[in-house]
Structure formats: structure tokens, C-alpha cells
């Protein structure tokens, strides 16, 4: 069973990218999913998540309005997209996986390794 985020890299400012969430061992479409990020010496915070059983979405107002998440089930994927990126944004992401409805907060089942987005000219 494994949960592994990647797609991050080195962006300009008002750049874009996709960061998948891809899941291993067990079926993502199952369960809610969330997105977060950890910027140096800052906590970890929770930008979007997408719940299990009906798709609601919650956005940070950080990325709200630039971002989307979508769930790919036949790939056994969550995405997220994030546009318009500021050197704000530069932090590593993580995703997390909840079974029941939950998509955020203490209780996640599986957490992926994160991958780094640093946003630089």
C-alpha cells in the first residue's frame, strides 16, 4: 500500500503545474483525499481536498480561484492543478488519504512522501 505525490519542480512566477497523487495497494476513488504543503519554517497546512463519497471540494483561500482538483479513478489518481504560482507557493506537498468522509485534519490513513515546488525566476 503506497500513496506517492509527484510533479513538482522548478516553476517561474505565473507559471503552472500538476502535481498527481497516485495511489497503490488500494482503490483512492474510496476515499477522501487531501492536499497540503509545508513551506520552510512554517506548519503544514491543508490547501484542497476532495471528499470520497461525493466529491465536495474544499480550496484554501491561498489557491482559491488558481487551482483545481479532480479525481482520475480509472488511473487511480487525484490531481492538482495549480496556475497563476507565486514564490508563496514554494513549499513541499504532500497527499493524504481518508477513508470515511473526512479529506482533512488528524486521521488520514495513508500519507505520500512530498514533493518539493519551489516557484523562482
Known amino acids: 500500500v503506497q500513496l506517492q505525490a509527484s510533479g513538482g519542480g522548478l516553476v517561474q512566477p505565473g507559471g503552472s503545474l500538476r502535481l498527481s497523487c497516485a495511489a497503490s495497494g488500494f482503490d483512492l476513488a474510496d476515499y477522501g483525499v487531501g492536499w497540503f504543503r509545508q513551506a520552510p519554517g512554517k506548519e503544514r497546512e491543508v490547501v484542497t481536498c476532495i471528499t470520497s463519497s461525493d466529491d465536495k471540494i474544499y480550496y484554501h483561500d491561498s489557491i482559491k480561484g488558481r487551482s483545481t482538483v479532480s479525481r482520475d479513478n480509472p488511473k487511480n489518481l487525484v490531481y492538482l492543478e495549480m496556475n497563476s504560482l507565486k514564490p508563496e507557493d514554494t513549499a513541499v506537498y504532500y497527499c493524504?488519504?481518508?477513508?470515511?468522509?473526512?479529506?482533512?485534519?488528524?486521521?488520514?490513513?495513508?500519507w505520500g512522501q512530498g514533493d518539493l515546488v519551489t516557484v523562482s525566476s
Open positions: 493524504a488519504a481518508y477513508s470515511g468522509y473526512g479529506c482533512y485534519g488528524e486521521g488520514a490513513d495513508y
